[in-house]
């Protein structure tokens, strides 16, 4: 008795099963059992989604995406695995998927890992004072990576120009605005004068 030629079917012959396992030569010669063949499809023909650029951090890059067999959706480390190529450095980066289980074969995407790309110079977003550290962002339009630097404190030392004020012993004025002051900052030119708002 010979074993069965390999039947005719839609994608790449596997070999006979029974019971969800693939069946020994010998159990196919000798069992009563019902016998079915099994065809695996090449994962080359499932459609992967697009992987959008990813912005260099240092680490291993590992987008998601898809993996569509016809309309099915396949699920990972069931129906394919992945593995990675050049996936650290700035450059093209490969992702290499292996059809497993109903899937054999091969199919690589390639994607783009890129340095971030800012929205501009840093931004002043938090004025500083003579007391308070100031901020300046700027914002990665890829990934939305924000990344900012402390400004420097205001040097507490200024001119002003108050001669055209006239001032009578005694009086006082509000209108020398001095950004950066505290209520109680001494002014000294001469006589110390004390800021009063
Ligand atoms: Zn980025």
Redesign the pocket.
Same mark, same amino acid.
């Given at each position: 008795m010979e074993l069965p030629q390999a039947p005719q079917g839609d994608g790449k012959f596997a070999g006979w099963f029974c019971d969800g396992k693939e069946a020994e030569d010998d159990q196919i010669l000798n069992d009563d059992k019902e016998f079915y063949a099994v065809f695996r499809q090449d994962i080359k023909d499932a459609r992967i989604s697009d992987i959008p650029a990813s $912005?260099y951090n240092g680490t291993e890059i590992k987008p998601t995406f898809t993996v569509k067999y016809q309309d099915e959706l396949l699920t990972e480390n069931a129906d394919y695995t992945v593995s990675w190529k050049n996936n650290v450095n700035i450059g093209t980066a490969t992702a290499v998927i292996t059809g497993i289980g109903k899937f054999f074969g091969t199919k690589e995407i390639s994607y783009v890992i890129e340095a971030?790309?800012w929205n501009g110079p840093m931004k002043t977003v938090k004025e500083p004072t003579a007391l308070v550290y100031g901020r300046a962002e700027r914002k $990665?339009t890829?990934?939305?990576?924000t990344e900012s630097k402390q400004l420097a404190k205001l040097s507490p030392k200024m001119k002003v120009n108050v001669s055209s004020i006239v001032l009578k012993t005694g009086q006082s004025t509000t209108k020398v605005k001095l950004p950066g002051l505290q209520k109680g900052t001494e002014l000294r030119h001469g006589h110390p004068a004390i800021i009063k708002s």
């Open positions: $912005c971030h790309r $990665c890829v990934c939305g990576k």
